[in-house]
C-alpha cells in the first residue's frame, strides 16, 4: 500500500508555455502532499506544502505565481509551472501524507526539459 | 531550522564488503530521522526511519542505522553490500510545524559506486 504515481514521467516543453504534473495517492487519502525540486546530481529542496482543500504553503524563494499548486482531492494534487523557462528544467518529486501518518510516500517524479 | 550533513558525496566499495554511509544532523527537539535510496531517474525509495525507542532500526534490503543523540548521527550500514545496492542514499531529518504536516530536510546525497 501507499503508491504514489506522477504523470507524466516526462515532459518537452517550449519557453513561455505552461505545463501540468499530476501526483495522485492511488491507494490511501492524502491529506497532505508536499512538492519537491531535484537538480541533476544534488538534493530534493522541498518547494511547496499542500492541504486538501487550503492554500499551499510555499518555501522562501519559491515563486508561488510560477509554481502553481492545486490540491482539490484527497488523492489529487498538481502543479503547474507557468509560463516555462530553460531554467525550470529540473526533476519535480511529489510526495503525499495520510492524516496521522508521519511518513511521506514519494512518487517516481517527472523530468521537465524546457527548451 | 533542521539540517542534514552528509559528509561522503561519493562512496566506492567491493561488493561483498560491508558499508558505512554517514548522516549528522542538526535540530532542537527529538528528530525523526530518514533514510532514502533513489537510483538515476526514479523517486525515492524509504530504507528505514526512526521515531522514538530502539536506536538501531533495521530497514529494507539488509540496511539498519543507528541513531546516536550524543554525536547527532544516523548512520546507515550494511555488513555485505551487492551490486545492486548502487545508487544514490539520501538522509533526511523530519520536524512537525505549526499547523501541522511535516517538513522534511534533506542531505545532499551520497553516490555509492559497487566495484565487482
Known amino acids: 500500500g501507499a503508491v504514489v504515481s506522477q504523470h507524466p514521467s516526462w515532459v518537452i516543453c517550449k519557453s513561455g508555455t505552461s505545463v501540468k504534473i499530476e501526483c495522485r495517492s492511488l491507494?490511501?487519502?492524502?491529506?497532505?502532499m508536499f512538492w519537491y525540486r531535484q537538480f541533476p546530481k544534488q538534493s530534493l529542496m522541498l518547494m511547496a506544502t499542500s492541504n486538501e482543500g487550503s492554500k499551499a504553503t510555499y518555501e522562501q524563494g519559491v515563486e508561488k505565481d510560477k509554481f502553481l499548486i492545486n490540491h482539490a482531492s484527497l488523492t489529487l494534487s498538481t502543479l503547474t509551472v507557468t509560463s516555462a523557462h530553460p531554467e525550470d528544467s529540473s526533476f519535480y518529486i511529489c510526495?503525499?501524507?495520510?492524516?496521522?501518518?508521519?511518513?511521506?510516500?514519494f512518487g517516481p517524479g517527472t523530468r521537465l526539459t524546457v527548451t | 531550522a533542521q539540517s542534514v550533513t552528509q559528509p561522503d558525496i561519493h562512496i566506492t566499495v567491493s561488493e561483498g564488503a560491508s558499508l558505512e554511509l554517514r548522516c549528522n544532523y542538526s535540530y532542537g527537539a527529538t528528530p525523526y530521522l530518514f533514510w532514502y535510496v533513489q537510483s538515476p531517474g526514479q523517486g525515492l525509495q524509504l530504507l528505514l526511519k526512526?521515531?522514538?525507542?530502539?536506536?538501531l532500526v533495521q530497514g529494507i534490503k539488509g540496511f539498519e542505522a543507528e541513531f546516536k543523540r550524543s554525536q547527532s548521527s544516523f548512520n546507515l550500514r550494511k555488513p555485505s553490500v551487492h551490486w545492486s545496492d548502487a545508487a544514490e542514499y539520501f538522509c533526511a531529518v523530519g520536524a512537525l510545524r505549526t499547523g501541522g504536516g511535516n517538513k522534511l530536510t534533506f542531505g545532499t546525497g551520497t553516490q555509492l559506486k559497487v566495484e565487482l
Open positions: 491507494d490511501f487519502q492524502a491529506t497532505t
Open positions: 510526495s503525499a501524507k495520510r492524516q496521522r501518518d508521519y511518513e511521506q510516500y
Open positions: 526512526y521515531f522514538s525507542g530502539d536506536t
